[in-house]
């Protein structure tokens, strides 16, 4: 298995740890933070690491940043059966077995709404979809399954290039 990276979202080597599948400005001044509860999890230290240092910035008006906890799904791991689909080349860097980097964070903003990522996971996806709604109260957050994108690497928002309507 293949470490953890020590920044970013815990295992994320496809992107080698991208911001936008670990935090993002949900406005100005308010950050989304990947965050997991469970001590035993690498994302753990991670996210306070990160929520720390937020902690002491400011944004471009010197006011402090407001951080919103979002949470990260549980683990979720590469099958056998899914490592078998992959062929050579897609299996050079990936093993079955090792964790995916999957996070609600790596969302796309779109005008009026916002694409989540889910993977299944009633609890979590809807825990996740909840504080993505208190964050943009003025969009529709439409979760959707995207664990087929997770298993090549990113999400949702790795895979676009938004440009929405601006106010």
């Given amino acids: 298995m293949r470490k953890c990276n020590s920044r970013g979202l815990a295992f994320d080597h496809d992107t080698n740890g991208h911001i936008d ?36 910035e400011v944004d471009a008006k010197g006011r402090p940043l407001q951080i919103i906890k979002l949470p990260c799904p549980p683990p979720l791991h590469r099958t056998q059966e899914e490592w078998d ?21 790596n969302f796309y903003i779109c005008n009026g709404g916002i694409i989540m990522p889910a993977f299944g996971l009633p609890d979590a996806d809807s825990a996740a979809q909840q504080v993505l709604e208190a964050a943009f109260p003025d969009r529709k957050v439409v979760a959707v399954q995207t664990r087929e994108i997770v298993l ?4 949702v928002h790795c895979i676009t290039q938004q440009q929405p309507l601006l106010p």
Avoid: M
């Fill in 21 to 56: 599948n670990f935090a993002c400005f949900a406005r100005p001044g308010v950050v989304l933070l990947a965050w997991s509860d469970d001590e035993s999890d690498p994302q753990y230290a991670i996210s306070r690491e990160a929520q720390d240092i937020l902690s002491k």
């Fill in 85 to 105: 689909t992959l062929d050579d080349s897609g299996k050079q860097h990936r093993q079955a077995g090792e964790r995916l980097a999957a996070s609600y964070a």
């Fill in 152 to 155: 090549g690497g990113g999400n």
